[in-house]
């Protein structure tokens, strides 16, 4: 795989993982420690962020659709990192249910960006005759640190707390988001509407 390829899969790793420390204890840090937080919370958390998710990632992948050039999608990936590792933070200061619905409808806002900018720029970079391979290796590396964050995620809540666990992996994210800037001048800059990217990894920039 090309270094694109390879940045991208570790940055969405450290995304991903990051949001795996906390995803399988979420439901008992709300019941246990937000103020009239039960299950009736949790299921609304988790409405809000799909709902707002959902809202959002459209709209957005048309707009990097229509300003062509993989600048903007390379800052929407970065930002949207940025906006769900603050989010993952203003957990520690939480204490009513309300806080914990806006900061889900921010990470879901820090994920629709993500996303399809994410989507765009991985779609345009694979290797030819490598499509699904890269793919694949994608959604193996993104679930096996999913799935080994979870385990480590009860483990330092439960022997350091909740406020620990959510600053280390706001840490961790944050760090994950600066991955992008490897692959910036990698990436296409802005051109004329209309031109279509496929085979642009081969294409020489114009300018940077």
């Known amino acids: 795989m090309n270094k694109i390829i390879k940045i991208l899969i570790v940055a969405d790793v450290a995304l991903a993982g990051g949001l795996g420390f906390v995803n399988p204890i979420f439901a008992i840090f709300l019941t246990d420690r937000i103020e009239g937080g039960n299950l009736e919370t949790v299921g609304y958390a988790a409405a809000i962020y799909w709902i707002v998710e959902s809202l ?4 957005l992948g048309r707009y990097l659709d229509k300003n062509h050039g993989e600048k903007d999608d390379l800052l929407f990936i970065a930002l949207g990192s940025v906006l769900a590792a603050f989010s ?7 204490r009513f249910p309300w806080q914990i619905y806006l900061l889900q409808a921010f990470t879901a806002v820090g994920l629709g960006m993500n996303i399809p900018g994410y989507t765009a720029i991985f ?10 391979f890269s793919w694949s290796v994608r959604s193996a590396v993104v679930s096996a640190g999913a799935g080994v964050a979870g385990a480590l995620g009860g483990i330092i809540a439960t022997r350091f707390g909740f406020e620990t666990l959510f600053i ?4 961790f994210i944050l760090l994950g988001s600066f991955l992008p800037l490897f692959i910036k001048r990698d990436v296409m800059p802005k051109t004329e509407r209309g031109i279509n990217f496929i085979g642009a990894k081969d294409a020489t920039p114009k300018e940077q």
């Open 56 to 59: 959002v990632v459209i709209p």
């Open 88 to 94: 993952v933070l203003g957990y520690v200061f939480a």
């Open 123 to 132: 779609t345009r970079h694979i290797d030819k005759g490598k499509e699904a």
């Open 168 to 171: 280390g992996v706001a840490a």
